[in-house]
Structures are given as structure tokens and as C-alpha cells.
């Protein structure tokens, strides 16, 4: 090895983006903003009695979370960088890695652009499994505020996490089980997992 | 040992835990905040910085004979890194279930042998470090640590990429890259192997742990080949001459495995470190 031969093979600094769009984060945001999405529900459960106001809203989040997980789709399709090629390239080559990491590409870009978080707690991303939590969340804040601690105590809005989450999974060709481990209302956080059927 | 097994090891040995694999592939710049420079989430970077610039000093200490303050700066060093090891010493066998877990895998250059040979690995036959994790989908970023890029390997590739470099003797360690994610397997010789120097040279203790194991010899199937020889790279096996048997001094024994590997007669074998009273603090 010559270190001629090393020279010509460094690889050279290019215009790569490796961050998510601030462009698409906006846009997602602007359109499945928390605040906005649970107005919507307001007056919908106003006065309705218990269980048929979760009723409502659980169907409310699930409808909310496969559009924003399939806004989530398109938009990460259409914004790539750097990072989302090289996992494309690396799992054509390998055979491997598709699953679960294309997916959690699209589930970090729907909580990163409609959650007050810089980053999503990943608790396992396996060749079988997938994980992560939310800690801060403004969708069960805003519900608080706008429905009531009665229904919020509920928690229907598990329902848009776990019907964004299967989305992404599905969208891309996996047969999955969605399951939720641990509940803020419980606890400090809201945990899923993702796991494949038959794994 | 350290925080590695009590909140990491999940009841278990930590490196075998999947959580500690699992890391995000973006964040969102925090207003203010420019762009990610350097390898590892910010906090290790920090410490790595400072820790470098330690070591820069206690090297400098020894060369200019200076033993006690060269002492003072190692124990300071040591005294800092107990909660956050650097690396641990990991045997084939766990690697390959680590490899199991399915997280993105890239070989790559290693660093260490950059900077002691001052030579470049190139390809995949030359490369002998492997990265881990998502982090990986994001090497060109740092262009000269990568230098001679990366080959993204599937599991089966990646097996037998490390079982390749256990044949030609070299051990193997995970390396820890801070926020408690393990990001890099690395296939190590005596003296190429920063962290290895470290430690031996220069007795920074938690720069690498040694591993969950100790080897042991069973006499009655060692025929005194001496196949195993030659493999150690920390002094530990040699051969009896009156017994015509190899010997491992399980005190300097590491638990690399490499002489379990390379025995034709299955006559070495795995012992938990933990489970020997003796042993059981000695990492």
C-alpha cells in the first residue's frame, strides 16, 4: 500500500445534507400541529358522556395518525438527504437494515416536526424490534387544556401513535404488532414497540 | 464493575442488552446551535477532548522523566473514566451475537493503526474496525476520520469478516461511543491498539476493561500443541515446559478468547469472571 494509492482514495467532503428539511419539518408541522388537531376534537366530545367522548376521540387520533404518519410518508420521500440514501444503498446491498430503520425514518420525522423534542428516545431498533418514547409530548398537554383531565386520563390519543406507527411499517412492507409499554398517565413517558409478526 | 453491568447490563451483561444499540437517526438543531462536529453525542465528545488532552500531558510527563506527575495525571484519568469506560474486551462467540442484534454494520479503517503505522486501510480486506449503529448512515460527515470509506456488510458478511481476523489473531473489543451506545467493534492487536496501549503502557485502566471471561486450560485435553501460543496479546499464556501444557495466568488473562479459538482440542475454556472470588473484581 502505497500512500500514493491512499491519496486518490480519500473520500472528499461534498454538499451533503444529513439533517431532516427544515422545509418539510415546517410543513408537517404547520399541518398535524397537536394544538390544532385536538381543536378539532373539542367540540366534538363537548358534553358527551364518557365513554362515548373516548369513543370519539380514540377514532379522532386513529384517523390523525395514519394521515400524519402518511403525510410523514410522502414528504420523506420527497425531502431526502444524505443519511436516508445511504440507508437506502446499504440495505440494497445487504439485503438487511430496511427493518426497521426506514420506518424510524418516518417516525422521527413525524414526532420531530409536531413534538417539542430535539431528538426521539430509540429504545430498540433490532432486526426484529423497534422502540421509542415520548417524554414530552403536547398532544396529551393540549388535551388537558382544551377536553378536560377526565378524558385525557384516558388517553385516546395512544390511538394516533399506534395507528402513525403500524403505518409506517406497513407503508413499507412490514407485517408488524404495535404495542404500547408504558403510558404517561402511569408514568414520565409514553413507550411503543414495534414487532415483526411471525419474528 | 461499574455503572456498565449495575444500569446498563439490564440484569445481564451489558453489551448483550439491545437497548444499549438503539440510537436515533436525526435531531433538530437546537436554536443557536451549529451542526455536529465531532464523532459521539456531545457530552462524550467533550470528555473525549479532555481526556486526550490528559493523555497528551501524562505522555509528555513520562517522556520527560517526570514519574510523579505523570502518576498524578493517570490516577486523575482513572478516577474520571471508572463510570465511563472506554472499551471492553468481548469474545468471539459474543460478538456474533451481538452481530445477531441486526443494526447497521460497516466496516471501516481503523484509527489506531492509522496512527502508529501511519498507513491507511482502503478496502475491505485491508479494513479491521467496524462501526455500529445508525450513526453509520452518516460517515461521510466526517470525511477524514473515514478516510478510505466504509463497506455496509450484511450479518452473514459480517461474521465472517470478524471470524477472519480471530483466525489471523486478533482480538476483539466493543467500544463504547458515550450517551451509552455502543458504536464500534474493533479487531485489535499489541501494539497497533490504542485503547490495548493505554492500558498496558500507560495503565489507564478503564481505557479497556477486560472481559466477562477468563480462559482456562483442562490438562487431561491439552496435548501441548502449542497452537495457542503466540495468540496472547497480554502475557497471560505460556507454555509449561515441565508439564509440556499451556498455562493461562488468569489474573493477567484477559478473556479474548483467542487461545480458545485457535485450540484444535477444545482443551480451553470459558470461566465468568464474576463467579471466581479472585477474579470477580479484577477488571
Redesign the interface.
Known sequence: ?T?T??RQ??????D?T???AEEM?DRIKNEFYPHDTVAELAPKVAGKAPAEARRIAEEHFRDYGRRWMDRSLELGNQYRD???E??L??AA?????AFP?IP??FI??AY?STQP?????????????F?YKMVFCDTIENLREQCGDALADQLPCREGCLAAAERAFTANGFDVEVTQDASIIDGDFCQFSVRRKGA | MCRMCDSLGGGGTWYLNPKNYSNRMYKLREPGKGPTTQLGNSANAGASENAGSAFARAVEAKANGELETFNGIIAEMNKRALMRPGAQVVPLHEVMDVLDMGMPVAAMMCICRKGTRACEECSLSEYSCMGLGTGMLKWERWPERYRGGVEFLSTKQAKEWVEYWDTKGMMHMLMQEGGDFVGGLCNCDYPDCGPIRQRIDYGLYAQLVKGEYVCFVDWDKCNGCGDCLGRCHYNALKFEATMEKAHIDQFECFGCGLCETACPRDAISYLDRKKIPGLAKVW
Open positions: 500500500m500512500a494509492r491512499e482514495r480519500v473520500v472528499l467532503p461534498k451533503y444529513f439533517d431532516l419539518v444524505r443519511a436516508y445511504t440507508l444503498a446499504a446491498k445487504t439485503g438487511e437494515m430503520f424510524e425514518r422521527e420525522i420531530l423534542i430535539y431528538s426521539l428516545p430509540i429504545t430498540e431498533n433490532t432486526k426484529n424490534a422502540g
